[in-house]
C-alpha cells in the first residue's frame, strides 16, 4: 500500500479501536485464547451445508449471508496473534477460512484500507480472487481518518486503491468509516468540504460503486443528518452496533452512546437496511459472568453462549447481515451453527435477554471493551490488561471485599496474585500519574485516571489486609 495512504497502526487504533474482532482473546488475554478456551470447542458440531439463512437487499435485489465475514483481525504468521503483533497475515490460513465460508454459504466480506496493518485488503483481495466474482459481496471503507488523507485527491487514491488491492472493477458495498466519532466538523471535513461524498454517489452511477452506506459511531447528530438526508443520498445500507445490552441500554453504559433500537427503527422507517457490527459488544458477551452464562446454558445447553448474542443480532427483519471475526476455524464453524439456518429468537427468548442485560448492568465493572484506545500510556501503565483482570474478578463474583466472608483469604490470594500474572508491577495502577492522555480517546469516556486510583487504593487496602 501506498505510504500516503497507509494508516499508522497505533493512530487507527486510538481512532477507531479493534472492535468485536477476535474477542475470545482480547478479553482473556491469551496470544492463542483456543488454548484457553479449547473447552467450547472440543465437541464442535460440524455446520451443515446448504442451510446458511440470507437476506435480500430491497435496493439491489442482492441475496447476502446472514453471516458477514470480518477481515479486520487476520490470522497471523508465527504463535503470537496478539493485537500488538507485527507479523505479517498467514494468506494460508486465510485462504483456508475464506474457502470454508463460502463453501458454506457465506458471501459478505468486510474490510478497509486500515485494517490489520494496512494489510487487510490486499489479503482479502488474494483470498477472494480466487474465487468466481459472483462467489462473493466484498465490502471497503474510505478510511480516511489522518487529516493528511482528508484531501480530495487523497482520498480518491484510497478508492483507487481498494480496487486495485482487492482485485475488483467494483465495490459491492462501499462506506463512509466510523462517521460521527469525532461529531458533525469532522464529517465535514472527511466527506463534505472536500466533494468526496458527491464523487462517490457518482461512482455508484457508474457502476465502480454497487451500494453505498455509511458506518455509524459516536455523535448521533451525524447520524441523524446523514438519515435525514437520505432523498438526497438514497444510502443502500448502514452499518450500526447492536446486541442485546446496545438495544436498550447503551446509554446507561455512556450518556454519548445512542441506544440500538433508536438507530434500527430509524433506519427501518427509511428503509435502509442494517448491517450489524459488535454483535459480542467487544466480547463481552461470549465472556459473560459465571452465573449469567450458566443461566444461558441452562436455557439452552445444545449452543454456546455467544450464538445467543448472534442470533439476537440476526432477529430484526430489516438486518441484512452481522459482522463477525473469525480469525480461527473454530469461530467460524461456531458462527456457522448459528446461522445454517439461522433460528430467530421468539419473544420469550427476548424478554429472557434482556433480563440478562438488566442483570449485568448491575454488575458494577469497568465499561472497558479492551479496544486499547487509551495505549500505549506514556507511563507504561497496561490500562486495559488492569481493567481486564478487575471485570473478570467481579464478572465471577470472587471479589474479596470483607474480611469476615469466608472466601475472603482465598479470593484476596486469587486478586492479588492474578494481577501481577496479567500485569508486571511496572504496568500496573499506582504507576499511573493522572495525566489524562488517555481519557480522549476512551469510546466510553471512561475517566480512567479515576478508575485506576480506585483499582491501586483498592489493592493497598488488599494488601494491608483491610476491610473494602
Not at 496493518?117 to 474510505?142: D, F, I, W
Not at 482487492?166 to 461529531?183: P, S, T
Not at 458506518?215 to 447492536?242: M, P, R, T
Not at 508491577?425 to 471512561?446: E, F, N, V, W, Y
Request: charged share 25%; hydrophobic share 35%; proline share 6%.
Amino acid at each position: 500500500m501506498k505510504d500516503s495512504n497507509k494508516i499508522n497502526r497505533r493512530k487507527f487504533l486510538k481512532v477507531f479501536g479493534a472492535g468485536s474482532i477476535g474477542a475470545i482473546a482480547a478479553m482473556t488475554g491469551c496470544k492463542n485464547p483456543l488454548k484457553k478456551n479449547a473447552d467450547l470447542y472440543k465437541e464442535q458440531v460440524e455446520p451443515p451445508k446448504g442451510k446458511m439463512t440470507y437476506r435480500i437487499n430491497p435496493h439491489t435485489n442482492d441475496k447476502v449471508s446472514i453471516l458477514g465475514f470480518g477481515m479486520m483481525r487476520l490470522p497471523l504468521v508465527g504463535s503470537d496473534q496478539s493485537l500488538e503483533s507485527t507479523a505479517p497475515v498467514d494468506q494460508v490460513a486465510l485462504n483456508k477460512l475464506v474457502d470454508y465460508a463460502i463453501d458454506h454459504g457465506v458471501n459478505y466480506f468486510d474490510t478497509s484500507p486500515a485494517y490489520s496493518q494496512g494489510n487487510s485488503e490486499s489479503a482479502t483481495g488474494k483470498a477472494l480472487h480466487r474465487h468466481p466474482r459472483n462467489k462473493y459481496y466484498v465490502a471497503t471503507k474510505l478510511s480516511n481518518f489522518d487529516p493528511s488523507t482528508q484531501t480530495r485527491e487523497k482520498s480518491i487514491e484510497m478508492f483507487n486503491d481498494s480496487l486495485k488491492y482487492l482485485q475488483v472493477d467494483y465495490i459491492d458495498y462501499y462506506l463512509l468509516h466510523a462517521i460521527g466519532m469525532d461529531g458533525m466538523d469532522s464529517f465535514k471535513k472527511r466527506y463534505i468540504d472536500n466533494g468526496i461524498l458527491d464523487f462517490l454517489v457518482e461512482k455508484r452511477k457508474t457502476g465502480k460503486i454497487r451500494n453505498l452506506g455509511f458506518s455509524y459511531h459516536g455523535d448521533v447528530k451525524v447520524f441523524d443528518w446523514l438519515v435525514a438526508n437520505n432523498d438526497k443520498y438514497h444510502w443502500d445500507f448502514a452499518q450500526i452496533e447492536l446486541n442485546y445490552i446496545d438495544w436498550k441500554h447503551a446509554k446507561e453504559i455512556n450518556d454519548i452512546n445512542t441506544d440500538a433500537e433508536y438507530l434500527y427503527n430509524e433506519l427501518d422507517k427509511n428503509g435502509i437496511p442494517a448491517i450489524i457490527m459488535e454483535p459480542l459488544l467487544g466480547g463481552r458477551l461470549s465472556n459473560l459472568p459465571v452465573p449469567l452464562a450458566n443461566e444461558i446454558k441452562k436455557r439452552d445447553p445444545e449452543h454456546s453462549v455467544a450464538s445467543w448474542a448472534f442470533r439476537y443480532a440476526a432477529s430484526p427483519k430489516d438486518v441484512l447481515t452481522v459482522l463477525s471475526g473469525m480469525t480461527y476455524m473454530e469461530h467460524l464453524k461456531d458462527n456457522l451453527l448459528s446461522y445454517c439456518p439461522l433460528k430467530p429468537l421468539t419473544d420469550s427468548d427476548k424478554v429472557f435477554l434482556e433480563d440478562i442485560a438488566c442483570k449485568m448492568m448491575d454488575i458494577k465493572t469497568i465499561p472497558c471493551n479492551n479496544c486499547k484506545y487509551c495505549m500505549p500510556c506514556p507511563y507504561g501503565v497496561d490500562i486495559p490488561g488492569i481493567f481486564v483482570h478487575y471485570n473478570k474478578c467481579q464478572n465471577e463474583g470472587l471479589m474479596p471485599q470483607n474480611t469476615r466472608s469466608p472466601n475472603y483469604i482465598k479470593y484476596r490470594r486469587e486478586f492479588l496474585i492474578g494481577m501481577d500474572r496479567s500485569v508486571p508491577k511496572l504496568r500496573q495502577a499506582d504507576h499511573c500519574i493522572g495525566c489524562g492522555q488517555c481519557k480522549p480517546h476512551c469510546p466510553q469516556s471512561i475517566d480512567i485516571p479515576k478508575e485506576l486510583q480506585n483499582i491501586d487504593v483498592f489493592v493497598e487496602q488488599l494488601k494491608e489486609n483491610k476491610n473494602i
